[in-house]
């Protein structure tokens, strides 16, 4: 980086990359005054700014400070507050403070260029391509429908405030990766925006006094991802016996449960693990049925469970559950929290509880090593790993209320924000101190800057169980492609959705078509809904059972070449599931695919992501020769194809001459 004086101002280049130019005339720093709100309601948070001053910045001083560059600013005629930049502090960062007058908003604008495209920006379900859209960096429910101008969206959110909008995510990160060949990062934790709806700049906004971008040159797309994977780090290898087959999501209790279990290892289904999250019993709401959120065994429901957990084992299935950061207010483990002193607290001092969807819940206290110590202990070791399980959804982690109060002292709004990633640490470290981070295997939907180093397995979250455009099938793809730009390297997702709501129930098309997508994923498993008995269940029909069996026979087939991509990944960095343009950036064409992937290098999959589709169109990326898995026809790059699309035979394409060519064919035959 590079910080040259101008006229009446400065420009900062990096590498040869003009990325910021500032002058009286045209600001590119600003700075201001905002008061806060945010309106709560299930998670779904409308987060508002009543912004009181907003002022384009002087420059008053450049000057070298102890090696370092340093910009002194102000309002324009003002004394009473200043911004100081400093540029270059530990490697390619610009660091800013807010000095006086209350300010405490600061934005930056980049320079853009026609043309240009944007990735990142955390887990983003609607939009691969970010260019042309503002995205608020704030973990919250993205909503049901997503998609306000849809029927659903609207019955959700006159419903239950829960529409939401396309850019609402569970996991945002304030970081993204440019085709200019340059990534940023916004380092704080606090409410930020990513704005990119002006052609001639972008402007990122921090909520903040104090903080930094860090800036990354790169050769392209490629060695940019890898850099942003270095700086985040990486929770290491999938347990080994995840490989197996698919982890079979149930919640019918011990006895029906193994019926199910029964029944699809009779019909050929390769399993791994029962995933049984009413291990803890159920509670019955408006939405569905519910888990009881106490996360302790349910003898009621689940009698003689460890013993039916050694024969599973015994026979190479495991046994998952489920867990998040809250107790419910009405179970026991609530009240010896209470009594431990290790619940968060509302502004007047009383334990701070909300409404999950008709009952109450309080918050584990995660900025203190008591409350963190406390889960591990208690519920983690004791309730989950002593009973024998080897994995579990830790769901949630993106309602913590902004006026909180944590025995850390930091201010809820900057807490929020960071939650995720401190579930996500009480989660990886209980498990390396049983001495099991080889063997145990946790998955999340919810994340922010620091989530990657502790969570090896994100889930795209809950998908409704259908084809929608901006909350179905197709969005768990563009939220792989997006995470794994910033860090995060194996993703999957319900097979077959998970919201079952307002009379849209899951298909057998839409688990069949969901199921062959995640045949091709570092992960399968399935999820039964919210509301099981309204939504289709694998079991329920003997097509639709067939089909898995084959899809975990191809997915079983490819576990030698997925061991290489998962080898990959904690070398590298580089996800298992790829963008197109990861590798083939010189064509311009692949750059906001949002809906197609490369599984490693050697594999394009183009899910079918529509109702009543028999054959599908795919683009194939320039520079290679691909051949059709199923039929054995070649095609070039560089073009759309339209390919034969039954059941069973997923779009998928091979690069001719790939080293791993004969195992690609042999699934022909599965």
């Not at 100081?84 to 660091?95: C, K, P, Q, S």
């Not at 019926?259 to 995933?275: D, K, R």
């Not at 206290?365 to 208690?378: C, N, P």
């Amino acid at each position: 980086m590079r910080v040259e004086g101008a006229k009446d101002g400065l420009r900062v280049r990096l590498g040869d990359i003009v990325l910021v130019e500032h002058s009286t005339d045209e600001p590119a720093f600003f700075a201001g005054i905002g008061e806060p709100e945010s309106n709560l309601h299930r998670g779904n948070f409308k987060v508002l700014d009543r912004r009181l001053a907003r002022y384009a910045l002087e420059l008053i001083a450049l000057e070298v400070r102890d090696g370092l560059t340093v910009a002194t600013m102000k309002r324009r005629g003002a004394t009473a507050a200043e911004v100081t930049i400093t540029f270059g502090r530990d490697g390619e960062n610009i660091g800013v403070e807010l000095h006086g007058g209350g300010l405490n908003r600061f934005w930056i604008r980049l320079r853009s260029e026609p043309g240009e495209h944007l990735w990142g920006g955390g887990e983003q379900f609607s939009h691969f391509n970010l260019a042309g859209r503002r995205f608020p960096m704030w973990t919250q429910e993205p909503g049901v429908g997503r998609d306000l101008t849809t029927r659903m969206a609207l019955i959700a959110e006159n419903d239950a405030k829960a529409g939401a909008h396309e850019a609402a995510t569970y996991y945002p990160q304030p970081t993204f990766a440019s085709s200019r060949r340059y990534a940023l990062h916004v380092d704080s934790p606090a409410y930020s925006v990513l704005d990119f709806t002006s052609p001639m700049f972008h402007e990122i906004e921090v909520w903040d006094t104090a903080f930094r971008f860090e800036l990354f040159a790169g050769s392209g797309l490629e060695d940019l991802v890898c850099q942003l994977a270095r700086r985040f780090g990486h929770g290491g290898h999938l347990p080994e016996w995840v490989y197996n087959g698919a982890i079979l999501g149930l919640k019918r209790g011990t006895a029906r449960n193994f019926e199910i279990l029964e029944q699809a290892l009779a019909a050929g289904v390769h399993v791994s693990g029962m995933w049984s999250e009413d291990w803890c019993g159920l509670r019955h709401t408006s939405f569905g049925a519910r888990l009881f959120w106490d996360w302790q065994w349910s003898e009621k429901r689940y009698p003689e469970l460890p013993a039916k957990i050694r024969e599973l084992k015994e026979r190479g299935i495991r046994f998952l559950v489920y867990n998040n950061p809250n107790l419910c207010s009405d179970g026991p483990l609530f009240k010896e929290a209470a009594e431990n002193g290790v619940l968060a607290k509302n502004p007047d001092g009383s334990i701070c509880t909300i409404d999950f969807g008709e009952f109450d819940c309080g918050f584990v206290d995660f900025t203190s090593e008591a409350g963190r110590q406390w889960y591990k202990d208690r519920i983690i070791k004791r309730s989950m790993l002593d009973l024998g399980v080897s994995g579990w959804m830790a769901d949630f982690g993106e309602y913590l209320p902004t006026d909180v109060r944590v025995a850390s002292g930091e201010d809820g709004w900057k807490v929020h924000n960071q939650w995720p990633a401190l579930w996500a640490r009480v989660n990886a470290e209980a498990i390396a101190e049983a001495g099991l981070a080889d063997e145990i295997l946790f998955f999340m939907r919810a994340g922010y800057t620091g989530s990657q180093k502790y969570c090896k397995l994100m889930w795209a979250g809950d998908q409704l169980v259908d084809f929608s455009r901006h909350d179905g099938l197709e969005t768990a793809i563009s939220a792989a492609l997006s995470c794994g730009v910033v860090g995060n390297t194996v993703s999957h997702s319900d097979i077959g959705g998970y919201t079952t709501l307002y009379g849209n129930v899951r298909t057998e098309e839409v688990f069949m078509r969901w199921a062959e997508m995640n045949a091709f994923t570092p992960v399968m498993r399935t999820h039964e809904s919210n509301r099981p008995d309204e939504s289709f269940q694998f079991y329920q029909s003997a097509t639709a059972l067939a089909h898995f069996a084959r899809m975990t026979r191809i997915y079983r087939a490819l576990v030698p070449y997925l061991k290489t991509l998962s080898a990959e990944a904690v070398a590298t960095g580089l996800p298992i599931q790829r963008p197109l343009a990861l590798h083939y950036e010189a064509d311009r064409a692949t750059w906001a695919i949002h809906d197609q992937y490369l599984y490693g290098r050697e594999l394009l999959v183009a899910p079918v992501h529509k109702s009543g589709m028999r054959h599908w169109r795919a683009y194939l990326p320039r520079g290679e020769t691909w051949v059709h898995l199923w039929s054995g026809a070649a095609h070039e790059g560089g073009q759309v194809v339209e390919v034969a699309a039954p059941f069973g035979q997923i779009p998928v394409f091979y690069r001719q001459g790939s080293a791993w060519e004969d195992l690609f064919v042999s699934l022909r035959a599965l």
